[in-house]
């Protein structure tokens, strides 16, 4: 049989052939493969294709054949991901404000390149990104891998932060002054990627919303304000910060009607205490950023919910509600 054009080519064809086009619920079978490895050019034999295919487990794709009729029929086993945890992929994908949509059917695309073409319609069916709120800010993306690196590096950063108007326009903050930061970390809340670093001028530790930096640069100065974060736990600041709005961080002693009891483990963690106060209800003692976007959460709560203290907060509360009566007067 004479050479194909392109035989240098044939394992890396066969690996494609079998990946698209077979899983557990699909097969293919020795003339079919044959077949499809002509329409790229190649020629094979059954006996080379055999050795083919068990030279796939050295690249990670393991093959398996089973019988069928006078013949077998082969199919790909194991893939490095599976469809269920593929689907959770594209389900964090969809829901994340801070990808663009854009940029939410590119990287869907690649995970279907991860499955058979028959697996990858079950991922297709599952994208409804039209018309979710998404953020417009294409260059996020660049702007996690700089401060990625900035952190790898221990290299501040500079950027300009920006707001909308009522006129549905972007303003720059600080009239385009760009942010001098020392980044430390980044976290995730609320749908949003925030960047948490240290302001060497206002010196504290402050965050921002990496959907509204551009032009980020790194430079060439070494980070400031490892002390303040040397002892700091980022998944536990962000438990404490409501909206990753600041505040005051203070103990607050909660009274919590016993139907709450989850979202209050939602909100703290497991590790919380729940102290009984009496059959229907107990106390629970949280530290906090306290800032409106707490307060407005014990709002939302109802009736069900009570701060105790301390007076300093429970005063704020009142306040805030006093406010709240005025406003809708």
Not at 16 to 34: C, N, V
Not at 100 to 115: D, Q, R, Y
Not at 302 to 316: A, F, M, R, Y
Request: glycine letters at 6%; one cysteine or more; hydrophobic letters at 35%.
């Amino acid at each position: 049989m004479p050479k194909g054009t392109n035989q240098k080519f044939k394992l890396y064809r066969l690996a494609q052939i079998m990946l698209e086009r077979t899983d557990d619920e699909h097969y293919i079978t020795m003339p079919e493969i044959i077949s499809q490895l002509g329409k790229y050019e190649i020629t094979a034999d059954r006996r080379s294709i055999y050795q083919d295919l068990r030279d796939l487990e050295a690249l990670g794709i393991e093959v398996e054949g089973e019988p069928e009729g006078k013949g077998y029929h082969y199919h790909v086993v194991s893939r490095p991901f599976e469809l269920p945890e593929l689907k959770l992929l594209v389900d964090a994908i969809q829901s994340s404000k801070f990808i663009t949509e854009k940029k939410t059917n590119e990287l869907i695309c690649k995970l279907e390149k991860l499955v058979s073409r028959y697996e990858a319609m079950g991922l297709q069916r599952q994208v409804y990104v039209s018309g979710r709120i998404k953020t417009m800010n294409e260059s996020i993306y660049y702007a996690v891998d700089t401060i990625h690196n900035a952190i790898s590096e221990n290299r501040k950063i500079r950027f300009q932060y920006y707001q909308w108007n009522v006129k549905k326009e972007m303003v720059l903050r600080r009239d385009g002054a760009y942010y001098h930061i020392s980044p430390w970390g980044l976290s995730w809340d609320d749908e949003n990627y925030y960047l948490v670093g240290y302001d060497s001028d206002a010196g504290e530790i402050r965050h921002y919303r990496v959907d509204k930096m551009i032009h980020i640069r790194m430079s060439e100065e070494p980070r400031e304000g490892k002390e303040h974060f040397r002892k700091l736990n980022m998944a536990d600041y962000t438990r404490k910060s409501f909206g990753m709005f600041g505040g005051r961080e203070q103990s607050v002693k909660l009274l919590v009607d016993n139907s709450l009891a989850g979202v209050i483990i939602d909100r703290f963690g497991k590790d919380v205490m729940m102290i009984p106060a009496d059959e229907d209800c107990f106390t629970v003692n949280v530290t906090v950023m306290v800032s409106r976007q707490f307060l407005g959460w014990i709002f939302s709560l109802g009736e069900k919910v009570k701060i105790l203290g301390p007076d300093e907060v429970t005063e704020q509360m009142r306040e805030e509600g006093e406010r709240l009566l005025r406003q809708y007067e």
